[in-house]
T-cell receptor, first 116, second 117 residues
Framework: DGGITQSPKYLFRKEGQNVTLSCEQN?????MYWYRQDPGQGLRLIYY???????QKGDIAEGYSVSREKKESFPLTVTSAQKNPTAFYLC???????????????FGPGTRLTVT | KNQVEQSPQSLIILEGKNCTLQ??????????LRWYKQDTGRGPVSLTI?????NTKSNGRYTATLDADTKQSSLHITASQLSDSASYIC????????????????FGIGTKLQVIP
């Protein structure tokens, strides 16, 4: 069953704790992305990675960190520095086309993080 | 600033009826436009992708149109079904590639469609 998986589906944490969200893909895609989705807003890019051991900040990277040690995996850590971490987090992957163009993004099922 | 605006924000229709969702964008120069369907609590799934030169593209009961001159796209759903209840998101990609190799796409907020029996 090919695709992109995220775990867990629901995550609850106390304020001040770091938490890591998992994202795995077996589509052999080079690029992976993390987005945050809040009610009334479009998806916002947190981090992206086009190649192993390299990643770039997106529009709202503050309070988040990532790693890309394997092509298949792109975990996201929500740190205690993130002021408003409660949200729906989506991971995506895509091929990297000619001249760096982005192929179709395939999204995971998402992780809903609640911090109290 | 690149923007994607979708309308209406929400829509309720009777099962079997047709509906049209709108997407206006300011992204320029433009590369392609995608429509995604997102069920509640799930990740978005691609419905169609249209490039600058395409005017219409169909995927079953979904038909997307594009007017690159007016920077408008629409998604028409024919003979709606209860399973069409979802948010529909318009996503626009620019032509330029930013440093770091990222083609910065812009997501609309989405239109929440509810199909009732």
């Amino acid at each position: 069953d090919g695709g992109i998986t995220q775990s867990p589906k629901y995550l609850f944490r106390k304020e001040g704790q770091n938490v890591t969200l998992s994202c795995e893909q077996n589509l052999n895609h080079d690029a992976m992305y993390w987005y945050r989705q809040d009610p009334g807003q479009g998806l916002r890019l947190i981090y992206y990675s086009q190649i192993v051991n390299d990643f770039q900040k997106g529009d709202i990277a503050e309070g988040y960190s990532v790693s890309r040690e394997k092509k298949e995996s792109f975990p996201l850590t929500v740190t205690s520095a993130q002021k408003n971490p409660t949200a729906f987090y989506l991971c995506a992957s895509s091929i990297v086309g000619l001249a760096g163009t982005m192929g179709e993004q395939y999204f995971g099922p998402g992780t809903r993080l609640t911090v109290t | 600033k690149n923007q994607v605006e979708q309308s209406p924000q929400s829509l309720i229709i009777l099962e079997g009826k047709n509906c049209t969702l709108q997407c206006n964008y300011t992204v320029s120069p433009f590369s392609n436009l995608r429509w995604y369907k997102q069920d509640t609590g799930r990740g978005p799934v691609s419905l169609t992708i249209m490039t600058f030169s395409e005017n219409t593209k169909s995927n079953g009961r979904y038909t997307a149109t594009l007017d690159a001159d007016t920077k408008q796209s629409s998604l028409h759903i024919t003979a709606s079904q209860l399973s069409d209840s979802a948010s529909y998101i318009c996503v626009v990609s620019p032509k330029e590639i930013y440093s770091g190799g990222y083609q910065k796409v812009t997501f609309g907020i989405g239109t929440k469609l509810q199909v009732i029996p």
